[in-house]
């Protein structure tokens, strides 16, 4: 059985934060592959009435949905956890060559505490392959710093056209314990 | 599958759009988004260069996003294989405005000509029916495609999918623009929207 070390007895609200801020920037499509990291948000999104989430079968295809949905007016998020990055690295190219807002916020693993050695290569590259990729990255570490993290990622992603990755620290999750 | 009657790329896709009407057209990369500029370049076709396997995904991001308008997405057998997953997304989503058309000469035309999974074993209608995609149809004739161009105006009975069995003639290329910035905003303009 998997839980979280220090996230077991409350559940946090910086989900909410992250949450009321799409809502403000007027995010619609939010396709995600499923994290543990990101539960809540993706509950919070699958129970709105203005933002529809889709799963993935693999993060790349976010990368080409956001394209289409801002081809047809709409704006999206999409949220993975590190090691879905790799995944996506050939599809941003479609990011500077069709310039579409792009906004993902990634849960990090192989960090901060990991317990589990096969997530550490993605986890130490992830920033690495989002900036060589043209994606700038911002982190937040701590409950306290995501809701001007998010207002600011969403601000340069939306507003500006810069292509931005959020990464939510382990240290901020909460490292995955194994619990017997 | 037999290779008798194996129908014309190009006439396949100009029938596709010959009455397009509202209809958002996404190009796979390779010869599709040729086809595409073959049968007449417009406002609202969305020429894909690179992305390989993205497709399917753009389109059903359009789709979303603009539920009143049909969305063709047509794409080649290639490129559908590495993108097979988003018909198990789009399966799930079943956008009613959707439809794919795939253009399979069971080949990588592109690169040389080398024989796609389509040609011995992958049957994609299968594996789009299996991922939820009830109306998946396998077209053998130019009586099919017409029915298909007909359906793709139907926004309420999607998503839909078929597989074209085409001959795996290289003709020659019509090239589309290669500026996606311009290709993508040239859309969002015909869509009404402004720019940011």
Redesign the interface.
Known sequence: MHARADAADTAPNWPDDIFATLQRFDVRQVPYVPDAGHSKLIQRVLDSSTMRGIPLTTEEEGVALLAGAWAGGQRGVLLMQSSGVGNCINMLSLIPILRFPFLTLVTMRGEWGEFNPWQVPMGSTTQGVFELSGVQVLRASSAAEVPAVLEAAASQAYNALTPTAVLLSQRLIGAKVFTK | MSKANLLDRRQVVSTLLANRKDV?A?GGLGASTNDMCAAGDHARN?YLW??????A??????????PR?PVLVITGDGEMLM?L??L??IG??KPSNLSIAVLDNEAYGETGGQTSHTSVAADLVGVAKACGIADSRAVTTMAEVEAFAKAVHDISAGPRFANVKIDSASLERILPSRD??Y??NR??GD?G?QP?
């Open positions: 958002v996404i969305f690179g992305g390989m396997g993205g497709a995904m753009i389109g059903l991001g359009l789709a979303l996003a603009q308008l993108g997953g988003s198990a997304t799930l989503q996606g910035t290709i993508l859309i969002r869509l929207f940011i």
